[in-house]
């Protein structure tokens, strides 16, 4: 006797004596379990002869129940499904009491399921995203394998904060109510764990760049960290970046590279994941249902995704992007909250949707921004004014990428550290790339968590990963 | 003309105008560079015609420098290439300074290169290592793709310090000097960022159980942390782990399963590493010469991984192996450190390499420990001494992955967290999970960084990933 998942059993053909283990999903009329084992999105229907079953048994099969049913595989009379499990033995492995059981078979609210996060992956909507995530991750992996790039392990203490990314946590093992102190009153470090202040890393960026200039091709997929105190539904305290870094890559480079692996990763969900896809996509339509008709988003999930895998990226210049905003409908008639007024403004979400829903329709890399909006280590152009960043824009979302060719000349760099106050002495490392064997470089970075937003087309950043990391919450 | 990596250069047999760029490792003779972009162990020779080449430029060809080269592909007249470059055309990207630059054209010691990180994947050894590390963690991550494994990210920063497994480090926002206080006069955590006190996680495997007793199977692979103040070859503050979790799964299954995953992701880089491991294995043997006889190890590098390819891992009871060492001869002629007395002895690494190595020849896995050595959550056996835990032991390593069944009853883990004075309130969502459709479950973890060095022959820690984190230091 054979034992199968729900999703090999599903596919199966030869019809036999099998062995399956599950969670009960629903159990109706005394007869028809709905068996999941989380393989798939699909459960198995298998059918209890009830006249058969001794009645305490029966009353055991409720939702949540694990179970390991021996049965004959058989075609099902019922539609939804081509074959079923004529159930000839069950056993309860594990109760599930129907009284005190959070998950029960009805729709829970995404914020009662927050609360039990460590159950909510045993509902469809949860549990296909979870798929998709670790789908995506793998895609991932898959593409930059493929493409020859090497995977490192960026540090995630760090004794650094010069990128200024963004508020940082501290790491510390010292006593946290008397810390020990030096003789003018400040804490006294030395007596730390690093025998240094540390914080928890903000971007793998600079470490990948040493590695790219040495290795090549590299990438880092790692946890990051922000500590600002944003309550948002696209903000974590805690989140997976995808940072490649590509040593002789200019930023026309980065953009192929980008475009690329973006289609790349969403092409394999597409593939792979079909089913959960059509049941988010579905999920969507449902609750883009309970909107105004002005709200709803013109794309369904899966045709959001086609609108990336099969159009080109359009390239538009910050400046040229500008012109366009400016004169655009809605910031003439003031429809956006921030109306551009002029060169050098920093974009905000709204525009960033604009110029990809409505003007070009198609995904949109912007390039060329002003400097002064833009991170120390970005490439500055011959205009002194701008550098080589580029951020690709996605519909509903906005901003999903942003790179940039790194600054490569050692003077350059200096002068644009020394304006912004950032010590030498903390970056010696850094500089030692321009020193020796200098190349023009690129990269850029990407919010998994975002990017698994967009596939799933959940609201909610807090639902796309396990156990979220917000201000006020690190349960579970 | 086409660009080309030099791994794609090396295997070129259409001999034609080409470009390339990389690194200066060596510049022989005013006419033969080696040059190196990462992408493979090896260089690819380019020819300068250095009657015909500006003499100010030759002496800008110097180790570490940066160049773009373009020539003539043409096979080789000298020894161990195919096919070298003759260069028409030599640009400097960017020099280096052979006063100054750290990386010579000779041997540096390690030490010297652990100063030098984020140069030191500029000489073959450590390129050479960190491409394995790659390579290894492509391997992880396909075995358990391939296998129906869903790849879960488990929380980095944690309000729970339940698992016990060691020092933890504190993550923190509050003041660090003057944190706010409560009425009692103890830090006020409700002002800390979370809402409470929070640690960096020691494990994801209490987290991962949740996602396996829904998804069924699910592994994580990441970061995790230790605030230990040991400073050994075998200790990192920060190092990756891999933590597969399987529903329905009992301690037999375990082993099955890290005794396939170990042999694929090694037969993985026998496959796709060559060129690295040979150049490792050699490594290893010239070190190996520097030792005394009794000190070098039986197996080369290659051989230490075909043991474990070619071998079935041998299980055996902890109580049977506590019988063969202590009736081994090192136990009777007293050269274990540790002599083994009685059944209850932790093991240390030289019992476990006299097993591995000198009595059964093969890997092994240890099964059915003592209780009280190993952590609560491990599934009691009915003797009620002995758990499902098992460990696997390699050659010249020992302990390389510790695992076990689970603990699946209520009651009896009520009991064991009781006894350890493990807070109930601080686990409720584990406990659930034994509450609402319990079931056998077991998996495993594996230091990440000790598969490196198994695969590489490293004998330091801390030349196996990027940036170490150990007691004072944190640099880079």
Redesign the interface.
């Known amino acids: 006797m054979k034992s199968f998942?729900v999703?090999t059993l599903l596919k199966e053909t030869k019809l036999q004596e099998i062995q399956i283990?599950?969670?009960?999903r629903t159990f109706r009329a005394n007869r028809f379990i709905a068996l999941n084992?989380?393989?798939t999105l699909h459960n198995i229907q298998c059918v209890v002869d009830f006249e058969n079953t001794d009645e305490a048994l029966l009353k055991r099969i409720t939702t949540?129940?694990?179970v390991?049913i021996t049965g004959e595989l058989v075609e099902s009379q019922g539609k939804g499904q081509s074959v079923e499990v004529t159930v000839t033995k069950i056993e309860i492995?594990?109760?599930?009491?129907p009284e005190?059981?959070?998950?029960q078979p009805k729709k829970h609210s995404f914020e009662f399921l927050r609360e039990n996060?460590?159950?909510r992956?045993?509902t469809s909507t949860f549990?296909a995203v979870?798929?998709l995530?670790?789908a995506l991750?793998?895609a991932v992996?898959k593409y930059f394998?493929d493409n020859?790039f090497?995977?490192?392990?960026?540090?995630?203490?760090?004794?650094?904060d010069a990128e200024g990314a963004g508020?940082m946590?501290?790491?510390?093992?010292?006593d946290?109510?008397n810390?020990p102190?030096t003789e003018d009153g400040?804490?006294d470090q030395t007596k730390n764990?690093?025998?240094?202040d540390?914080n928890?890393t903000v971007s793998g960026q600079l470490?990948a760049e040493?590695?790219a200039m040495?290795?090549?091709?590299v990438y880092t997929f790692?946890?990051t960290?922000r500590?600002e105190?944003s309550n948002t539904s696209r903000h974590l305290?805690?989140f997976?970046m995808i940072e490649p870094e590509v040593?002789?890559m200019d930023l026309a480079g980065n953009m192929d590279l980008a475009e690329d692996f973006m289609k790349s990763v969403i092409s394999y969900v597409l593939e792979h994941n079909a089913d959960d896809l059509e049941f988010l996509d579905k999920r969507l339509l449902d609750e883009e249902k309970t909107k105004p008709q002005a709200e709803r988003s013109e794309l369904s999930l899966i045709e959001k995704l086609k609108f990336v895998t099969e159009n080109n990226f359009k390239r538009v210049s910050y400046t040229e992007a500008i012109d366009i905003l400016r004169n655009s409908k809605p910031n003439k008639k003031k429809k956006f909250n921030y109306i551009i007024e002029e060169w050098g403004a920093d974009l905000q979400s709204e525009h960033e949707r604009f110029l990809v829903e409505k003007h070009f329709k198609c995904p949109v890399i912007l390039f060329d921004y002003p400097a002064n909006i833009k991170a120390f280590y970005m490439r500055l152009n011959e205009d002194g004014k701008t550098v080589r960043a580029m951020d690709i824009l996605f519909p509903g979302i906005g901003e999903i990428v942003g790179g940039s060719q790194r600054e490569?000349r050692l003077d350059v760099l200096k002068e644009k550290m020394a304006v912004l106050d950032i010590p030498e002495e903390e970056l010696w490392?850094?500089l030692?790339?321009?020193?020796?064997?200098?190349?023009?470089h690129s990269g850029f970075g990407l919010g998994f968590e975002r990017l698994v937003m967009f596939a799933t087309g959940m609201g909610n950043i807090r639902d796309v990963?396990?156990?979220p990391?917000t201000?006020?919450?690190?349960?579970?």
């Not at 946590?169 to 010292?174: C, E, H, K, M």
């Open positions: 998942t999703a283990k599950g969670w009960v084992d989380g393989s949540g129940a694990a390991s492995l594990g109760d599930s009491d005190t059981y959070p998950i996060a460590h159950l992956t045993r549990s979870m798929r995530r670790s991750s793998f992996h394998n020859g090497y995977y490192m392990h960026t540090p995630i203490i760090t004794g650094s508020e946590f501290r790491v510390s093992t010292l946290q109510k810390p102190l400040s804490v764990f690093f025998g240094k540390t928890l470490e040493t590695y040495s290795l090549g091709k790692g946890p960290f500590a105190n305290s805690e997976w040593a002789f490569e490392w850094y030692d790339l321009r020193k020796y064997g200098t190349a023009v990963i396990p156990y990391r201000p006020q919450n690190a349960e579970f």
